[in-house]
């Protein structure tokens, strides 16, 4: 029986890692024949991202990982962004991942068996890889953690820097106008991030195909404009792909998380509003102070976890620690024993499946929207960073599916006062009947979509017949 080896590598984070590694993991339990080398990249700063690769590696069968030789990371002049930081870290692997891409290449000619390297999947940010797979003749696909939406907009950049800032931009993956402000700071900022997207957008016409972390049935617009781009050679759409078990939140306080669990098993259902910023969200003091106001305003159960900026830009927020004084205004957390609970970092899946959670205050990070809808648990918009915004802006005015808190703030530039996040948590857990009831539907159409002749399902037949054709 002919076998087949598939090859990953992605950016060093964990909202893109963690469905890249979950996506090696449903196609070789797919299909039994394929199997999956994941190429990390070593970053210091994240010792969690390299931990949960490593313990998700060791639990699949037919998933190896393969830890990349440690490089310099870029200067501190050789980049602007994250995205250009990110770009140039990975580019600086080039020499790297082509010897570990020709060992395989070795390896397998010289095996007993009949194995083929059919595939080098990059990332979005990962793109300067391609021309190494091109080089060896290995077919070379994307494979998009983020919306189709997003994936859209990145390949009909808009120019921005001269625009109003009421200005509005068509875009064919949305069909509504986009307003300059929901645009991601890397499009809007004058440094390198917009040249950089838009080289890996021209990359990502230069891929074979590319498989997009969604489903038809959520993103029927954007995956359209998608499939009807003839530039464009293969767009597969196969979500959604979560880390349903939980293994991409490795437990640092395993105490702290059997206190949270005892806490939310005593609370009425759906009575709970969650607040989790994601793996890189943080707030400044007088952000938090205004949160923690309007929260006790709204008189909601509430679970928010709270966590510490981070010291440098590439490194995670962290928890506070017992020393620490919390940014949070005095006798707060007397005031709201029983009814709340302040914490650090949560497992988010294991908490969206509870049945006390009833709304979830999100940065709407891709994966956590994902989460929440596989789960049902209706999201108020509160942005911070990447392309969040405009997810953001896809959920409340594209697909009617979220409640706004805000859908363009900026962390650092600006303040959502208390009686705004009083309101937003008000619409999310009394309010939103009728975005809970499409919610709660959508949850249903995620898991159907995988299941067989659902249509994330046959996409995948139709990319495995490609793979191994």
């Known amino acids: 029986m002919t076998r087949f080896e598939v090859v990953f590598i992605a950016i060093p984070t964990i909202g893109n890692l963690v469905p890249v590694v979950e996506f090696a993991n449903l196609l070789t339990k797919h299909d039994p024949r394929f199997s999956a080398t994941v190429l990390t990249v070593h970053t210091p700063q994240q010792p969690f991202i390299n931990k949960y690769v490593q313990s998700r590696a060791a639990s699949a069968t037919n998933i190896r990982l393969l830890q990349l030789p440690t490089v310099d990371p870029p200067a501190p002049d050789q980049y602007q962004s994250l995205v250009g930081f990110f770009s140039l870290h990975v580019e600086n692997h080039k020499h790297h991942v082509k010897h570990a891409l020709l060992k395989l290449i070795s390896t397998e000619s010289n095996s007993s068996d009949s194995v083929r390297l059919v595939a080098f999947f990059v990332d979005m940010f990962s793109t300067t890889l391609v021309d190494v797979a091109a080089e060896l003749a290995v077919p070379c696909y994307l494979f998009y953690a983020s919306p189709a939406s997003f994936l859209g907009f990145s390949l009909h950049l808009p120019r921005v820097d001269s625009a109003k800032s009421d200005s509005e931009f068509a875009v064919p993956s949305f069909k509504n106008p986009l307003p300059r402000l929901v645009l991601p700071n890397l499009v809007l900022d004058a440094n390198d991030g917009y040249s950089w997207l838009s080289y890996h957008a021209k990359m990502y016409r230069e891929t074979k195909g590319i498989v997009v972390n969604t489903l038809e049935e959520l993103e029927p617009h ?23 078990v939980g293994s991409a939140q490795c437990d640092p306080n395993p105490a702290q998380h059997e206190r949270i669990f005892e806490w939310l098993d005593q609370q009425p259902r759906c009575s709970v509003v969650f607040l989790c910023f994601g793996s890189m969200g ?34 995670h927020p962290r928890d506070y620690n017992e020393v620490d ?40 990070g891709w994966n956590s929207i994902l989460e929440s809808l596989w789960h049902g648990v209706p999201v108020a918009t509160w942005p911070l960073y990447g392309e969040q915004q405009m997810n953001a802006f896809e959920m409340v005015k594209e697909l009617e599916l979220a409640v706004e808190i805000s859908l363009d703030y900026r962390e650092g530039a600006d303040l959502v006062l208390a009686n705004v996040v009083e309101k937003g948590v008000r619409s999310l857990m009394e309010g939103g009947d009728e975005i809970r009831k499409k919610v709660k539907e959508m949850s249903g159409v995620c898991r159907g979509a995988l299941m067989e002749n659902g249509s994330s399902y046959s996409n995948l037949v139709s990319l495995i017949q490609d793979l191994t054709s």
């Not at 709204?298 to 976890?305: D, E, K």
């Not at 205004?329 to 969206?352: A, E, H, N, S």
């Open 325 to 364: 004084v919390l940014p949070l205004p005095d006798g707060f957390l007397k005031r709201t024993v029983g009814i709340g609970l302040v914490c650090g970092w949560v497992p988010q899946t294991k908490v969206l499946a509870h049945n006390a959670v009833g709304g979830f205050v999100s940065h709407c």
């Open 222 to 244: 954007p995956l359209q404009s998608l499939y009807n781009d003839s530039q464009l050679k293969q767009v597969y759409a196969i979500g959604p792909v979560l880390d349903l």
């Open 282 to 315: 943080s707030m400044k003091a007088t952000q938090v102070e205004e949160i923690a106001i309007g929260l006790e305003r709204a008189g909601f159960r509430f679970l928010w976890a709270l966590r510490k900026p981070p010291n440098a830009q590439l490194q």
